[in-house]
C-alpha cells in the first residue's frame, strides 16, 4: 500500500477578532448564554474585501513553506468549502491555484461542509495512490460570516472564519507525519437540518432580495445529537479497523463546533481531557477549516510530539462526518 505523506500544514486566521460582548450589540444574546451552551469566546471575521480564497492562500502558503516545497511542485489544488467565493465556478481552488501560480493537472472544490477537509484527506489518498508521484496541496478555508444572518441568534453566535492547509505526497519522500487511515461517512436524509442555501432552488430575476435560505439554517437541537452520535460511532470504527485502543491516541483532535459536543464525544470515547484539543473558544465554528486550524495551533503550541498518533474527526451538513489518523 501507498505511504501517504503529510509534508506540511497551514493556517491563517482573520486579524479581526469578535468577542461574545460585541455580538451582543447585533442580537439578543448574552456572553454567558453563548460560552455556557457552545464554550465559545470569539470568533474572528474576514476584512471587508478580503475573500474566502485569500485566506485558503494564507494558508496554503504556511504549508508550503512549511512542507519546504515551492507552488510549481503542485500537481492537485483541493479545496474543502461550503462558502466557495463563486457558488458555481470558478472553484476556489482554481483562485487559490492562481494566486499562487499553480499549473497542475486539477483544481476543484469539495463541497462536504464541515466534513470537507477529511473527506479531502481520503480523496488524497485515492488520487496518491494512483498517482505517487502527485503531490496535493488540500485547502479548508471558510467566509461562514458572510452567509450569517446577524440576527438569527440560533446561528448568529457560532460561526466564524479561517482557513487551514497541508500538502500531501507518496513515495519515499519524508513528510512531518503519515495518513496511516481515513473513513468518511454520507446520510442524506435529515439535510434539511442544515443548510446554506442561495443556491438553484429558487429561481431569482435581477434586484430580487435574498431568500431567506441564503442564510445559515440549523435545527441545533438536532443537530447537536446526531453530530455525537456520529462522531462517536466514526472515531469508534476507526480505531477498531487499525486494532487501536483510545488509549493509543496521543491527541484528539475534534471538529471544533461546540464545546458540549466535544465533551459528550470525549465522554463516550472515554478519552482523557487533557488528550483533546479545543480551541473552539477563540475561532468559533470554522466548518472545514476547524481541523487544519486546530492542527497547526496543536503543532505550534507543542502539543504534537514526533511519534505521537493524532485521531481526527469530523461532522458536518449534509450529514457528512469522518476521521483520520494521522502518525508524528
Ligand atoms: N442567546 C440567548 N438565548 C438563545 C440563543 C442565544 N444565542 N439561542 C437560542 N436561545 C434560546 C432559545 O430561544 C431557547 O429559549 P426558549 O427556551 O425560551 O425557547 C433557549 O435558548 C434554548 O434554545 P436551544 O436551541 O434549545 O438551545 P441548546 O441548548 O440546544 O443550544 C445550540 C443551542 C448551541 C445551537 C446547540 O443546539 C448546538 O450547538 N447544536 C449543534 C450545532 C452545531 O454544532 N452544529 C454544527 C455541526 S455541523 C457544522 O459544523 C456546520
Not at 132 to 141: G, H, Q, R
Not at 152 to 174: E, N, Q
Not at 195 to 201: A, E, F, K, L, Y
Not at 306 to 326: C, E, I, N, Q
Amino acid at each position: 500500500m501507498t505511504a501517504i505523506h503529510i509534508l506540511g500544514f497551514g493556517a491563517y486566521t482573520p486579524e479581526r477578532r469578535m468577542s461574545n460582548d460585541e455580538l451582543t450589540r447585533l442580537v439578543d444574546t448574552s456572553d454567558e448564554w453563548i460560552v455556557s451552551r457552545s464554550g465559545i469566546r470569539a470568533r474572528h471575521v474576514l476584512a471587508d474585501g478580503e475573500q474566502n480564497s485569500d485566506a485558503g492562500t494564507k494558508a496554503a502558503l504556511q504549508a508550503l513553506e512549511h512542507a519546504n516545497i515551492s507552488p510549481e511542485s503542485i500537481t492537485h489544488v483541493l479545496t474543502a468549502t461550503c462558502t466557495p467565493d463563486y457558488l458555481c465556478c470558478p472553484s476556489t481552488a482554481c483562485i487559490i491555484s492562481s494566486n499562487l501560480g499553480i499549473h497542475g493537472e486539477m483544481a476543484f472544490d469539495i463541497s462536504a461542509a464541515c466534513s470537507g477537509f477529511i473527506y479531502g484527506l481520503d480523496l488524497a489518498k485515492g488520487i496518491l495512490s494512483h498517482s505517487p508521484d502527485a503531490n496535493i496541496l488540500l485547502v479548508a478555508t471558510e467566509a461562514l460570516t458572510r452567509r450569517i444572518n446577524w440576527q438569527d441568534r440560533g446561528t448568529s453566535v457560532l460561526f466564524g472564519d479561517g482557513a487551514g492547509a497541508m500538502i500531501l505526497g507518496a513515495g519515499s519522500s519524508t513528510g512531518k507525519a503519515q495518513l496511516i487511515d481515513s473513513k468518511c461517512r454520507a446520510d442524506g436524509a435529515q439535510h434539511l437540518l442544515l443548510t446554506v442555501g442561495g443556491g438553484s432552488n429558487h429561481r431569482y430575476e435581477p434586484g430580487d432580495a435574498v431568500q431567506p435560505d441564503f442564510y445559515i439554517q440549523m435545527q441545533g437541537r438536532e443537530v447537536f445529537k446526531v453530530a455525537v452520535r456520529s462522531l462517536t460511532a466514526i472515531c469508534r470504527e476507526i480505531l477498531s479497523r487499525n486494532e487501536l485502543e483510545v488509549g493509543d491516541i496521543d491527541l484528539f483532535i475534534p471538529h471544533q463546533a461546540n464545546l458540549r459536543i466535544i465533551e459528550a464525544v470525549g465522554s463516550r470515547l472515554a478519552m482523557p481531557h487533557d488528550r483533546i484539543f479545543v480551541n473552539v473558544d477563540e475561532h468559533g465554528n470554522t466548518s472545514a477549516a476547524s481541523i487544519p486550524l486546530a492542527l497547526r495551533e496543536a503543532w505550534e503550541l507543542g502539543r504534537i510530539q514526533p511519534g505521537m498518533k493524532v485521531l481526527l474527526s469530523t461532522f458536518g451538513g449534509g450529514f457528512t462526518w469522518g476521521a483520520a489518523l494521522l502518525q508524528f
